[in-house]
């Protein structure tokens, strides 16, 4: 099973006797690196122009000591300008029993508008069984009830299906929903997952990607970064220590942990603060990384009374432990957020082409060297966020105070 190690044993799809356990990759023989020093890189187009996905593959591969082959991930923004209004719901089922499973319960619940087999490649240096990768363009019907609800948005709506099927639906599980997004992951190196997707064929205004070494969860497929819901995907390097609080308030909150990451608990605590609570990036990023009482006392009467009301009613959200991330969303414009612990125990670096028209964000300035020599860089403050937007430009630094501009 791609997704559960207590499957029953099956033959996968050339035919060979396989046994669940398979589906966990275990660490190469004779591997050294540094636990927990994953790899994370990113770009957006800031003309809103389409990047081809050989210059994210060579900024993530780049970094190889970061990575041991437990898993890697790629995320693609404006991945489909013909069906850019449609849900893309991407899944790996393990059999066609699991492609079954998903299109009966589908059935009624959502318009399926097209859909597809996600190229892979037969042959690959990733030792088989892989999953069934397919997709499914879908629009929210308008009368739609879910469990007697009927006043559930469009968004929050599709969110249950998302995560029902992935707690309920055997053989199957969604690893992408967003609008003009998808994701492609696996257990391998990021050099083997971007050829088995061949991502070369595809192109976008926006990547993301990851190269990963568990640290406190077992390698399997679904569970490689980048995770996702909705339009959100969030890649992670470190290791949240408050994962037991934070996971509290997301499933207080109607989410449910089925990927049992601490990764995935942070992306829905993007979703919860920035799409459900409305506050603004700034802010949602201020909240997982906030300043310190004693750095708060400093700040102007205004902002320090907002910077005491944020850490006093969301302090649940307060991400503990070392990390660096780097999240994209789709809605309601290209965005590319890149933010840091606030005492900057895991690297990131940031990056503008020449002539302003790319912007990056890695792990290591290699990565953003290898495919823009003369890229203008800099290191983002602790605790102090990114933000790019497709056709703005760089709206934060990460340099600025914590609250320059901000209106809530």
């Not at 919860?272 to 201020?286: G, Q, S, T, Y």
Request: charged share 25%; aromatic share 10%; hydrophobic share 35%.
């Amino acid at each position: 099973m791609i997704h559960r190690k207590d499957r029953r044993d099956r033959t996968d799809r050339l035919g060979a006797p396989v046994r669940a356990e398979n589906y966990i990759a275990s660490s190469p023989p004779g591997w050294q690196g540094q636990l927990g020093g994953c790899g994370i890189a990113s770009l957006i187009s800031l003309k809103g122009e389409r990047i081809g996905g050989e210059r994210i593959t060579r900024m993530l591969t780049i970094m190889e000591e970061r990575e041991n082959g437990l898993g890697a991930g790629y995320a693609c923004y404006g991945l489909f300008p013909d069906r850019s209004d449609q849900y893309c719901l991407q899944f790996f089922f393990d059999d066609e029993e699991g492609k079954r499973n998903v299109e009966d319960f589908l059935q009624g619940r959502l318009d399926i508008m097209h859909d597809e087999v996600v190229f892979i490649k037969e042959r690959s240096t990733i030792s088989p069984p892989y999953p069934i990768v397919w997709r499914y363009f879908v629009d929210v019907p308008e009368n739609r009830v879910w469990r007697g609800d009927r006043d559930l948005g469009e968004e929050d709506y599709l969110v249950e299906i998302v995560q029902h099927i992935n707690a309920n639906v055997p053989n199957a599980f969604c690893v992408s929903s967003g609008k003009d997004m998808a994701v492609f992951k696996g257990n391998g190196y990021s050099y083997e997952i971007a050829d088995l997707y061949d991502l070369d064929r595809y192109s976008g205004t926006m990547w993301l990607s990851h190269s990963r070494f568990p640290t406190n969860s077992p390698a399997w497929w679904a569970g490689a970064h980048p995770l996702s819901l909705l339009d959100w995907g969030v890649c992670h390097n470190g290791e949240i220590t408050s994962y037991g609080v934070n996971r509290k308030l997301v499933e207080m909150n109607g989410y449910r942990c089925t990927v049992l990451t601490d990764t995935e608990v942070v992306t829905y605590l993007w979703d919860l603060l920035v799409r459900r609570n409305r506050l603004p990036i700034e802010v949602a990023a201020f909240v997982m990384a906030p300043s310190t009482y004693q750095e708060i006392c400093l700040l102007p009467p205004a902002e320090r009374r907002l910077a005491e009301w944020l850490r006093i009613t969301y302090k649940e959200a307060f991400l503990n432990g070392p990390f660096s991330i780097i999240v994209g969303r789709s809605r309601p414009e290209t965005t590319l957020i890149a933010l840091a612990d606030r005492k900057k125990l895991r690297p990131m670096i940031a990056g503008l082409s020449p002539d302003d028209g790319v912007a990056y964000c890695a792990s290591e300035e290699s990565a953003i060297r290898i495919v823009e020599p003369d890229a203008r860089t800099w290191a983002p403050g602790a605790g102090n966020p990114f933000i790019a937007v497709a056709g703005k430009g760089v709206l934060r630094r990460g340099t600025e105070p914590s609250f320059q501009g901000v209106r809530v």
